[in-house]
């Protein structure tokens, strides 16, 4: 079992920036790919930046693109999302996932790190 803790969380003004973490715990941890998700009351779940853990190759929702930057830190088996030039938009909670296979879903998920950005 994998299990995955978020954190770096917070509240910040428009414009501001965050860097959230990501520490997976447990078996041997060898996923196939990473992600952030986010979910804003009221609406679905979507997922913001994703990258693969052994290429490092990089995605990112159109809504982030050029402000939220995903890397990973793999002998440490962490996650980042450095978020800047954030948005009121922005505010959710924000979700850790781990992807084991290439074919399936994420697996594994953390329990939410709340961003809440002000104007």
């Known amino acids: 079992q994998v299990h995955l803790v978020e954190s770096g969380g917070g509240l910040v003004q428009a414009g501001g920036s965050l860097r959230l973490s990501c520490a997976a715990s447990g078996r041997t941890f060898s996923p196939y790919r990473m992600g952030w998700f986010r979910q804003a009351p009221g609406k679905e779940r979507e997922q913001v930046a994703r990258i693969t853990w052994s290429s490092g190759n990089t995605g990112y929702a159109d809504s982030v693109k050029g402000r939220f930057t995903i890397s990973r830190d793999n002998a440490k088996n962490m996650v980042f999302l450095q978020m800047n030039s954030l948005k009121p938009e922005d505010t959710a909670v924000y979700y850790c996932?781990?992807?084991?296979?290439?074919?399936?879903?994420?697996?594994?998920w953390g329990q939410g790190t709340q961003v809440t950005v002000s104007s």
């Open positions: 996932a781990a992807r084991e296979t290439v074919g399936g879903w994420y697996e594994y």
